[in-house]
């Protein structure tokens, strides 16, 4: 990596360095916005196809149908509108929402707290991510096993049998999948899977006593800790009023699409084969920061509902407090500016 951070900075046009917190708010707003409307549309579907005149028209089945298939497109809407959300909340913790830090912290803790996310601790982590990104021994996430973690031999390549090691195994390979798409955000933040394998056995983002905070910043965790309780305390009581199945599809599935796309987005960003990793002084904040990838991901619902979180990854770890700006990124991209 030739180039300091301050040339690459330089070859950015200054402009796109500008943070507005009233152009982020209409953002914000609009998937708010998008929110209420699907929950609305979602509102409809029982009492509309489960009317007696509907499930004559196309029969009690074809109306069954016809129900879940609606369902189905407000989970998948829906679930891309909250993982946009999310989004917006991952600006203000990168501190790129707005120039002003308590703006930021306000509106990242409203946000991240009822997607299920610590803001303060999952920031803080967050931070370090992209201080030591690719750092074998320093990098908080997405760290790969080695060869003693695997139990492979220490042998030359072409001594190795491969396909022994790394056979084809697509039931496990799919049960893997499902899980790491459905609950490896939740296990990182409760377990630490994925994470630093230096650090102490019951490492997690809950506990403000851990390895992964200092002591000045115990309070916060404890803030975020008391925005996750009172979300375990709305969401029973939302259970007692309308049901926890009516819980579940309105809100439970869509955050589990969420968790599906933030996963799935970051795992795809932080892994390749082409993408190197660093140990101690082999390491410098350049070469972790380019071993990143953009992804053209989900064709234009990636960058309507998830604000191009996917195809500017590089760019962002490099200069994380960069705002998302949409347009001007549409405006230079064919410069080439981020290639």
Partial sequence: MPWSLKEIRDAIPAK?????????????????????????FALNIDPFFRNSLVESAVTPVGAAICRWAAWAVYWWFQGL??????VMGHECGHGAFSDNKIVNDVLGFVIHTPLWTPYFSWKISHHRHHCNHASMERDEVYVPKTREDLGIPDLPSHKIDWSELFGD???????????QQLLAFPAYLLYNVSGQKNYPKFTNHFNPNCVLFTRQQ???VIVSNIGIAA??????RASVAFGFGAVLKFYGVPWLALNHWFTMITYL???DAYLPHYREKAWNFQRGAASTADRDFLGWQGRF???DVAHYHVIHHFFP?????????QRHRSKGLWR
């Fill in 305 to 307: 509902f998830l604000h």
């Fill in 231 to 236: 979300m375990i305390y709305a969401i029973s």
């Fill in 218 to 220: 115990r309070n916060v």
């Fill in 16 to 40: 796109l360095f500008v943070r507005s917190a009233c152009r982020s708010l209409m953002y914000l707003l609009r998937d708010i916005l998008m929110s209420a409307m699907a929950f609305s």
């Fill in 169 to 179: 195994t697509p039931i496990y390979t799919l049960l893997m999948l499902i899980r």
């Fill in 321 to 329: 407090k960069m705002p998302f700006c949409k347009p001007n990124h």
């Fill in 269 to 271: 960003q932080h892994t």
């Fill in 81 to 86: 509108i909250f993982t946009g959300i999310w």
